[in-house]
């Protein structure tokens, strides 16, 4: 669940509105199967690596990732609130390869990795992985859902649309900050635990 939270298919689609706009249904989803395929390659690894790839691989404690995860999180929190959803697009920047793109910072990021070592730790490797599966299918499932209303919905209701995107926007940058900062007070918290 925590996972589903985070791949939150409802607010990932305000991230996704410049790709979901450009692209018809079938390369849209096409996109975002592969996008999955490269998000649910990098959640087992860390479900199953887990803080083993933090302290032996990297040499660093997870509440580092969390503290810093949490500042750029709080970061693209910031430039919801000044610049709107489309500020994702500034952050994604042009790709050639659009899949690498969205499940680069869109699915895979500071949250969403920490909630793979989270479930890593939580449950068997078995289980983790199966999460982490089923969370991403839910969510691409519905983001494909959420594209064919748009698609029906658009030509007929553009401004309704474009009001939703931007309030959602907004919506987005508040849960995305109070996400961000909660990551920075926990891994403070185990800082301060630690020593």
């Avoid at 952050?91 to 909630?115: C, D, F, N, Q, Y």
Wanted: glycine content about 8%; charged content about 15%.
């Amino acid at each position: 669940m925590l996972l589903l939270v985070l791949l939150n298919p409802f607010l990932v689609i305000v991230y996704l509105i410049d790709v979901l706009e450009k692209l018809n249904r079938k390369q849209f989803t096409r996109v975002l199967f592969r996008a999955g395929l490269i998000s649910t390659g990098v959640f087992w690894c860390f479900a199953i690596l887990g803080d083993t790839l933090f302290a032996s691989v990297v040499q660093a404690e997870f509440a580092s990732f969390q503290i810093f995860g949490g500042i750029v999180l709080l970061l693209i929190a910031l430039q919801f609130v000044f610049r709107g959803p489309r500020a994702i697009q500034m952050l994604r920047g042009e790709s050639k390869h659009i899949a690498g793109a969205v499940a680069m910072p869109v699915l895979i990021g500071p949250g969403t990795i920490s909630a793979s070592v989270i479930m890593g730790e939580r449950l068997t490797r078995l289980l983790a992985c199966g999460a982490v599966l089923v969370a991403l299918i839910v969510s691409i499932l519905i983001m494909v859902i959420l594209k064919a209303v748009h698609d029906f919905v658009r030509p007929r209701r553009e401004p309704l649309i474009e009001r939703y995107i931007e309030i959602a926007g907004r919506i987005t940058s508040l849960f995305v900050g109070t996400i961000s900062i909660e990551m920075i007070m926990r891994g403070i918290q185990t800082w301060v635990q630690n020593f």
